[in-house]
């Protein structure tokens, strides 16, 4: 094709409507960090909802967290960030052309993608396992029968089975802390009737916190899904050598997109499971 | 994709060809051609379910199909007319065209990325009319819960489809953002750009950071009906009007995504068919910007009736009504623009002029809604319905029109039958204030949107409404025609038919596959001194002689 450039040696990257790769590389960055702010956007609905139904239903929250397991939450944060790092070095290798070390990163990353997604996997399968979930299916009573979640279909009266983590002897440490709902919409829990104090009763529609759970991180790990995919074909490509100090775009903004999965998670892991 | 385009008759339409040459396309030219053959069969499918609507309500109750059917075909108006028309119109379909163009520039800065936004308008499209065929919507195009999660027709499926739709939506935006960014050529500082850059760049703004918040919102939705996680239902302690408060922190920003290129297109045909310079550029440029940040902080003035508590409900109305003000400000700037300008009424300028006069309608009776007092009396009346469609079809329809006609030359290169396209922009603006100017006097007298079966009181006014939605009628088969007539028989189009100076008219109609056969350069978009009017081609050239396509006369 005829361009104004035509004499000049042309890098085999450069598309044809730009004038140079630095006008390209610019142009490619903005309209990653433009796409990564329509990520942030897509997740802050539900981070509203969570506000939302927090400010409301405090005890919910409270009391549902429990559920949650601490150490391997902690653990997952510790993968994501590392990952993030080797991430972060990457760029850094490919922009120095250090091929060898750029292909051993982005496989450690990759790596901690499939490490973190592992241990959630435990995490899903137990609360599954007890009928942790959303709506209709919340039915922490039936541990092994979830088929007959349509049986549970009206409100669980009874307090379920006390969590692993002790639930119930930790709240009554500190009852105080429970403040009294606010009156939300029709059909959520009146004031003052939300947790009969130091009896570690179940709160009315503990499930709005097992729905809002699994829909952030179910987002989130679809997120890291396609994150992983992302790295996976850069590492490819990085095998044979695509990537050097006068084009390393894709690995830029394949970082760029990891953090924001790693941020993403560096939010959702307090606000979900460290609830005071 | 690799054929020079050298020979002085090659141009984007005959540089390749075959279906696969256009379906697979990276070129913004033949992707805004894409869009505006599917938008405006969009157009079409929602006019056909309007004319439904308004043949039905010819009587009260049953005309021609029964409550369900009409509950089904006034939803589809509005969900095919708002996600699959007017959202994409003007951005994607004459902004895709122009945009680059207007630049100097030789494309997008993502062309690959464009090219998957209109794929995936169509798959969205696809979808959404599949779901018509399985079984209509019945919600309204507002998908309200509770009534939108119990409802056995088919909302999951058309749901997907307005998701995916949404994605191709952000995919333009953030195209023209960074072209904008990234793109312009020598000499064009931001102040330097032709208005409707603004109104697409404002536009873009909100479709890159409102768009992914119904994205959320619609998959709450679908998640709601297929696996009953109780977010949006009373009955398991969820809230149904946290769903209305996300779907409006979409939905009304997205009116102005429809509105803001409307009144960059506005700017100019005001400017160029009065052949004087635009006046208060900056003040219109910012009021563009003005009212992209604003359209974020008034969603909640649709729940006004909801149950908010009256404080908020007062932030919200005196947010509303300060929109009123960026928007009087353009209003204000294209009067002064005409004000002893040397005005030419061909027929662009008709439908700005239309533009002008219907917006104005529709921007003020807007204030009466904002009102708290007056919307109890005034919501879900046919007075909203008349103030949205003031708004949407004289504001956003008659200047994408407007816009198709004066860019029709440069697209198609082939020059309209003018005496034709002035008659239907009359018959149009006639046919739209009888059908929906009745509409005010039936809202304000209490008949209630929505409503299949209305008192015997209101059916002369219901009459006349039809009567003037099948003159509309009559004036689109007319464009219609005159304009595919063009394609097959109409003179050949100078470069420069209306004495524009933008950059998109320094270059042959239609203009060759890289867009400028030289390096382009800034100019003032609205300085008309450097061209005359040539009896001989019945266009413009430039003073200094040429056609105007080899000559950038930069300033």
């Known amino acids: ?276 | 994709m690799s054929t020079a385009a050298t020979t002085p008759d090659s141009n984007y339409l005959n540089v390749t060809k075959g279906a696969l040459s256009w379906l697979l396309t990276l070129d913004h030219k033949r992707i805004g051609i894409l869009y505006l053959v599917s938008i405006l069969s969009s157009f079409f499918l929602g006019g056909m379910m309007a004319m439904l609507i308004r043949t039905e309500l010819l009587t009260p109750g049953d005309t021609i199909m029964t409550a369900d059917q009409y509950n089904q075909v006034f939803t589809l108006h509005g969900a095919i007319m708002i996600f699959l028309f007017i959202i994409p119109g003007i951005p994607a379909a004459l902004g895709n065209f122009v945009l680059p163009l207007m630049l100097g520039a030789k494309d997008v800065a993502f062309p690959r990325l464009n090219l998957m936004s209109w794929w995936l308008w169509i798959t969205g499209a696809f979808i959404a009319v599949a779901s018509i065929l399985i079984n209509a919507v019945d919600t309204g195009w507002t998908f309200y819960t509770p009534y939108s999660t119990t409802t056995g027709t088919s909302v999951t499926l058309i749901v997907t489809g307005v998701f995916i739709l949404g994605f191709s939506s952000i995919l333009t935006g953030l195209n023209f953002i960074v072209t904008i960014h990234k793109l312009r050529p020598k000499g064009m500082t931001w102040f330097k750009m032709p208005l409707l850059l603004w109104g697409l760049y404002s536009t873009a703004i909100i479709q890159v950071l409102a768009t992914p918040v119904l994205g959320i919102t619609l998959l709450l939705l679908a998640m709601e009906r297929v696996m009953g996680i109780g977010i949006f239902d009373a009955a398991l302690g969820g809230d149904p009007v946290l769903f209305q408060h996300f779907f409006w922190f979409y939905s009304h920003p997205a009116v102005y995504i429809m509105i803001l290129p409307a009144m960059g297109v506005i700017s100019e045909l005001i400017s160029v068919f009065s052949r004087k310079h635009i006046f208060g550029y900056k003040f219109i440029a910012f009021s563009s910007i003005a009212i992209a940040v604003f359209s974020f902080l008034v969603w909640g003035h649709h729940m006004f009736t909801s149950g908010q508590s009256e404080l908020v409900n007062m932030i919200f109305s005196a947010l509303t009504f300060s929109v009123s003000i960026p928007s009087a400000i353009k209003v204000f700037n294209w009067l002064a623009t005409m004000y002893k300008g040397r005005i030419q009424l061909d027929t662009p300028m008709l439908y700005a002029l239309s533009f002008l006069f219907l917006f104005t309608i529709g921007g003020l009776t807007g204030l009466f809604l904002a009102t708290l007092a007056t919307d109890i009396h005034l919501h879900d009346t046919y007075f909203i319905v008349a103030h949205f469609h003031y708004v949407m079809f004289g504001g956003t329809v008659i200047a994408f029109l407007g816009g198709l006609h004066y860019w029709w030359p440069k697209m198609t290169g082939k020059m309209y039958n003018e005496k034709l396209g002035r008659i239907a922009s009359v018959i149009l603006f006639v046919g739209f204030n009888v059908t929906f100017f009745t509409q005010f006097v039936m809202g304000s007298r209490g008949m209630p949107r929505r409503y299949f079966h209305y008192q015997e009181q209101f059916t002369s006014l219901n009459q006349l409404s039809s009567v003037g939605s099948y003159i509309m009628a009559v004036a689109f088969f007319m464009i219609a025609g005159y304009l595919l007539h063009s394609l097959a028989k109409g003179r050949k189009a100078p470069a420069n038919p209306w004495g524009a100076n933008s950059l998109e008219w320094h270059t042959p109609s239609p203009p060759p596959f890289d867009n400028f056969d030289r390096e382009m350069r800034g100019v003032d978009p609205y300085d008309y001194t450097g061209w005359k009017y040539d009896e001989s081609i019945e266009g413009y050239v430039p003073v200094g002689g040429g056609d105007g396509t080899r000559d950038s006369r930069a300033v």
């Open chain 1, 1 to 276: 094709m005829t361009d104004s450039h035509g004499s000049e040696g042309h890098p085999a990257h450069l598309q044809h409507h730009f004038d140079n790769s630095r006008q390209q590389f610019s142009a490619s960055k903005l309209g990653m960090w433009l796409f990564l702010a329509t990520e942030i956007l897509l997740f802050a609905g539900l981070f509203v909802a969570y506000a939302v139904y927090r400010s409301n239903h405090p005890e919910i929250f409270i009391y549902a967290h429990y559920f949650l397991d601490t150490k391997l939450g902690g653990i997952n944060t510790m993968v994501l960030l590392l990952s993030s790092f080797t991430m972060a070095w990457g760029v850094r290798a490919a922009q120095l052309g250090q091929r060898k070390l750029l292909v051993a990163l982005l496989s450690l990353t990759l790596l901690g993608g499939f490490g973190f997604l592992g241990i959630k996997y435990v995490e899903y399968e137990a609360k599954w396992k007890h009928g942790l979930l959303w709506g209709t299916n919340y039915n922490p009573e039936s541990h092994d029968d979830h088929t007959g979640a349509d049986e549970h279909a009206e409100e669980v009266e009874e307090a379920p089975t006390a969590p692993e983590t002790g639930a119930p002897d930790r709240l009554n440490l500190e009852p105080t802390v429970v403040p009294p709902s606010a009156t939300g919409p029709a059909g959520t829990v009146p004031p003052g009737e939300g947790l009969p104090h130091g009896q570690g009763a179940e709160p009315d529609n503990v499930h709005i916190f097992f729905g809002i759970y699994f829909l952030m991180t179910g987002l989130h790990g679809i997120h890291v899904l396609v994150g992983m995919s992302l790295i996976f074909w850069i590492l490819l490509k990085s095998i044979g050598g695509a990537y050097g100090p006068k084009y390393f775009t894709p690995v830029d903004l394949v970082g760029l997109y990891w953090h924001l999965v790693d941020l993403i998670w560096i939010f959702l892991f307090p606000l979900l499971y460290l609830i005071h």
